[in-house]
């Protein structure tokens, strides 16, 4: 290669690293850490793989060297969560049994016994698999300070970081203490007292549910506010919430609740982190609607397995307020009842918080009772504003589409399964958004 021809070559290469310097730069930007959790437990485990599944960069830095132990010491026999597991604990459960996907009949028979050694290989494989998330052993934090909209942290190993969203895990509260000094003034958004884990009048923060559990034998949702902090300090907590004080025992039989906070908060920290905002300004239907995504539960209906077909639609309708659940006086059981019928009555007061136009369709409809699928067909039309061409959809779409049973017979009384699931396709009530309080913002 002559003078000329090595001059030619360099300015092509010149050429060619300026071309691409924006998308190298653009890389590096987009690799930076945007969440980092810390501890070692399942919720650990849950809020940096949520993160991480959420397209979060994510760091977790582990409280020791074991991962979620658990799970992870010794074998393990749980008898807590009966009809309630889902979403990333389902996928463990199911995974111990090498199963790819969750169910309910899944999960009660990998409970009965969970190897250390298979917990293990599951967890290693889907840490493995699982992008965006880096795990750093064998350090703790050394410090943690707020400044302007991020948190400098640095670690004992000497890594330092700066990351918009914190997860405190650790079993006692390690990062809080280092923000904040002390534990005293762990507070979260709204304070949950002992009497929302009650039967009782239904309480509108059940609307914004993103954990499942049973405080004795009674199914309940943690609402979101009840896990976010009550500062926009961005520093989440899982075990070390208030809430979670009178329903942890200490035993082998919290990792469900566990479990499922994690993955609850995870959301949480990544969307704040995603959105560049702060922790009091959580959008709940998507933190709610990301958890779904993932096979959480966001209602205790125990009737209603993960595998059916429904499960989404049901869970968001259930979210709405619209069909409410009922403890039905079975220990343990909190039931959504999808056969029983629907009646204008029950859904009436909170379809018109959620849609304006309902209140018009009740007034031309006092007749009404029990409802009817053409009575149904009217409302969501009226509702949607949608035309003739919805009981040929529904007609086309009733077994394979929505995976109703039995023929389609325009004669049908309307059931609660049918009810949710095509309010839920027409007319998206789920969409109208809620505030942290579960008051429902048109």
Known sequence: ?????????????????????????????????????????????????????????????????QVAPGLTGQPVTLTSGIDLDAGLWADFLAATLK??????SLSAIAKKRINPQIARNVIDSVLDA??????????????????????????????????????DASGDARLYRLAFGNTDSIRTRS?????????????????????????????????LAALVPSDDSNLFLTRAVPALQSLLAGTHEDIPLLMHV??????????????????????????????????????????????????AAIQRIGATGLLKGDAGGTPGQFVFNPDAPVTAAEIKPVLNQ?????????IDHTDVDTMQLADLFSLVKYIGQRGDELE????????????????????????????????????????VSVGLNGVIQR
């Open 1 to 65: 290669m002559n003078r000329q021809q090595l001059l030619v070559y360099k300015r092509y290469l010149l050429f060619l690293v300026c071309l691409l310097l924006p998308f190298l730069g653009w890389s590096q930007r987009s690799k930076r850490p945007q969440v980092l959790v810390y501890g070692s437990g399942v919720d650990a485990y849950a809020a940096a793989l949520q993160s991480a599944k959420s397209n979060l960069n994510t760091i977790w830095v582990l409280e020791g060297n």
């Open 99 to 104: 199963h790819e996907q969750r169910s309910d």
């Open 130 to 167: 699982t992008s965006n998330l880096t795990v750093i052993r064998d350090t703790d934090p050394a410090a943690a300070k707020k400044k302007g909209k991020y948190w400098q942290v640095a670690l004992a190993n000497g890594e330092r970081y700066r990351i918009p969203s914190l997860v």
């Open 191 to 223: 304070m949950v007292d002992s009497g929302y884990f009650q039967p009782g009048p239904y309480d509108e923060r059940s609307r914004t549910g993103v954990a499942v559990g049973h405080a004795g034998t009674y199914p309940f949702t943690l609402p």
């Open 262 to 311: 994690g993955q609850a908060v995870g959301a949480a920290a990544a969307y704040t982190a995603f959105f560049k905002t702060t922790s009091d300004k959580l959008d709940v239907r998507v933190i709610q609607g990301e958890l779904l995504q993932y096979g959480g539960r966001l209602m205790p209906f125990t009737d209603v397995p993960i595998a059916d077909k429904n499960f």
């Open 354 to 362: 959620l849609f304006s136009r309902s209140q018009i369709w009740f």
């Open 392 to 431: 040929r959809q529904v007609t086309r779409g009733w077994s394979r589409t929505f995976h109703f049973e039995g023929e389609y017979d325009g004669t049908l009384p309307v059931t609660r399964r049918l009810f949710a699931v095509l309010l839920d396709a027409y007319c998206k009530p789920f969409d």
